[in-house]
């Protein structure tokens, strides 16, 4: 589901750079806006990779009572016993 989060948003953005890059990518040689075109979707694709990596970093465990008492023990400081 990260992957898709992720992905889907990539798409979106995407689509949205390139839809008003393009008309001014176009007064330039073709070579260029080509390079420049991919050049800008890659390094789109770079921090599409790194939100997913460090902004879905965390794994939730199928209880809920864990997650609850691991959030209680990291902020107070509390063993787990």
């Known amino acids: 589901m990260q992957w898709v ?3 889907v948003g990539f798409a979106w953005s995407v ?3 390139v839809r008003n890059l393009y008309p001014v990518l176009n007064r330039a ?3 260029t806006s ?3 075109l991919i050049a ?3 390094a789109h694709a770079g ?3 790194a939100v997913k990596f460090v902004f879905f970093r965390f794994s939730l465990s ?8 691991s959030r209680i023990c990291k ?3 509390y063993e787990k016993g």
Do not use: E
């Open 15 to 17: 689509l949205f750079l």
């Open 34 to 36: 080509r390079l420049l």
């Open 47 to 49: 921090l599409a990779i």
């Open 29 to 31: 040689d073709a070579q």
């Open 40 to 42: 800008i979707v890659a």
């Open 62 to 69: 199928l209880s809920p009572r864990l997650i609850v008492d």
């Open 75 to 77: 902020y107070h400081h």
């Open 5 to 7: 989060s992720v992905s």
